[in-house]
T-cell receptor
């Protein structure tokens, strides 16, 4: 089975900090995704990547950037964390139309 | 624009009762449709998916869903709900644009099960 591992389950950061959320997949998938999950809004796509060093904006990229230097790792970066970025962040990888999700990182910005 | 609507934010059913969760999508081409479940504190688990063929799709945990193109719907059903089914359920459509595939999700339906 494909495993998607998110390095932190819970994070608490201060406003203005630079925050890195890490995601690693172990099945050589081309595509990786970062979603944000908020109550009543479902999952919204922040960024995705279809190859190393390639990235595409999703529906809500403002305030975020990403990095994919190796195929297995996809990082989400909050350049200057704000309280409205308090949320659950889910990483996923896919091959074709088969998607696998990580367990999520719950980020609180204080 | 592609979108997924789940009209029911919360649903409460009694254990043993039947369940139907509604999902409507907006997508110009033939949709690839998914239902995921998320238990508290967990990631998303795939229940079932529809790509083509038989419009009634069987999934895990006794769930099924029916694709109705005329109604742009993909409703999830279960004949008899168990207390362990209490979770949040997400409907999603895979979009294929610009050579990339990505999932668009509905807002979710939170299911509570009364004993």
């Amino acid at each position: 089975d494909v495993k998607v591992t998110q390095s932190s389950r819970y994070l608490v950061k201060r406003t203005g900090e630079k925050v890195f959320l890490e995601c690693v997949q172990d099945m050589d998938h081309e595509n990786m995704f970062w979603y944000r999950q908020d109550p009543g809004l479902g999952l919204r796509l922040i960024y995705f990547s279809y190859d190393v060093k390639m990235k595409e904006k999703g529906d809500i990229p403002e305030g975020y950037s990403v990095s994919r230097e190796k195929k297995e790792r996809f990082s989400l970066i909050l350049e200057s964390a704000s309280t409205n970025q308090t949320s659950m962040y889910l990483c996923a990888s896919s091959f074709g139309d088969g998607y696998t999700f990580g367990s999520g990182t719950r980020l609180t910005v204080v | 624009a592609q979108s997924v609507t789940q009209p029911d934010i919360h649903i409460t059913v009694s254990e043993g009762a039947s369940l139907e969760l509604r999902c409507n999508y907006s997508y110009g081409a033939t949709p690839y449709l998914f239902w995921y479940v998320q238990s508290p504190g967990q990631g998303l688990q795939l229940l079932l998916k529809y790509f083509s063929g038989d419009t009634l799709v069987q999934g895990i945990k006794g769930f099924e869903a029916e694709f109705k193109r005329s109604q742009s719907s993909f409703n999830l059903r279960k004949p008899s709900v168990h207390w362990s089914d209490a979770a949040e359920y997400f409907c999603a459509v895979a979009t294929h644009s610009g050579g990339y595939n990505k999932l668009i999700f509905g807002a979710g339906t939170r299911l509570a099960v009364h004993p």
